[in-house]
C-alpha cells in the first residue's frame, strides 16, 4: 500500500520539474557515492520497437536456443504502485519485467533481467533510460537499448497495448 508524502505529515516537499538531467545543464553541482561510468547507450523508436514485436511474436519470442529474442522491462514506478488501477503496457507474447529502478540494485532481482536477447527499457517518457542504461551496463549487460520517448511514444502513436494486470 502507498502512503502519500502529505499523509506522513510533510507538507513541504517539492518537485524539482526536470530532474536530475536538467540540475546537471543548469551547472549545479552533483555528488555520487558511487559514480557511475560514461556510457552511451542506444534507442530503438516505437515504429521499430512495432516491427520487431510483429516479426518476432509470429517466431515464439525464441532463438534456436531457445532464450528469448528480445525483452521489455518496464520500470515504470506507476506501473510496480498502480494501486489496483489497470495500466496500459505494450502488446506481446514476448518476455515482460516489471520493476522499480531501485530493484535494479538489488542483485537477486537484477538477475531476473536476461543477458541474452535485447532487453528494451521502457519508462514513462524515456528521461530515466540513459542512468538505467549506464547502471545496467556498469553491472555487465551490453544488451540493453532504451525506448526512445518511452510508453507516451508507444501510445500517442496508437500501437498495440493491454491494461496491466
Not at 537477486?108 to 551496463?137: C, Q, W
Request: contains cysteine; proline residues 5%.
Amino acid at each position: 500500500m502507498a502512503v502519500a508524502i502529505k499523509d506522513l505529515g510533510f507538507s513541504n516537499i517539492r518537485i524539482y520539474n526536470g530532474g536530475l538531467k536538467d540540475w546537471a545543464k543548469a551547472g549545479y553541482e552533483i555528488e555520487s557515492q558511487e559514480p557511475l561510468p560514461e556510457y552511451e547507450g542506444s534507442y530503438m523508436e516505437a515504429q521499430e520497437l512495432l516491427a520487431l514485436i510483429r516479426r518476432t511474436d509470429i517466431e515464439d519470442c525464441k532463438d534456436k536456443q531457445g532464450n528469448p529474442l528480445f525483452t521489455i522491462l518496464d520500470y515504470r514506478t506507476e506501473l510496480v504502485h498502480n494501486e489496483g488501477k489497470d495500466l496500459p503496457v505494450i502488446s506481446t507474447k514476448c518476455p515482460q519485467l516489471v520493476m522499480l529502478l531501485d530493484d535494479f540494485a538489488d542483485p537477486v532481482k537484477r538477475d531476473t533481467i536476461p543477458r541474452t536477447g535485447t532487453v528494451i527499457l521502457v519508462s514513462e517518457t524515456g528521461n530515466r533510460d540513459p542512468f538505467a542504461m549506464r547502471y545496467l551496463h556498469n553491472h555487465g549487460y551490453d544488451n540493453i537499448v532504451g525506448l526512445r520517448f518511452g510508453m507516451r511514444a508507444w501510445i500517442k502513436a496508437g500501437y498495440p497495448v493491454e491494461m496491466s494486470r
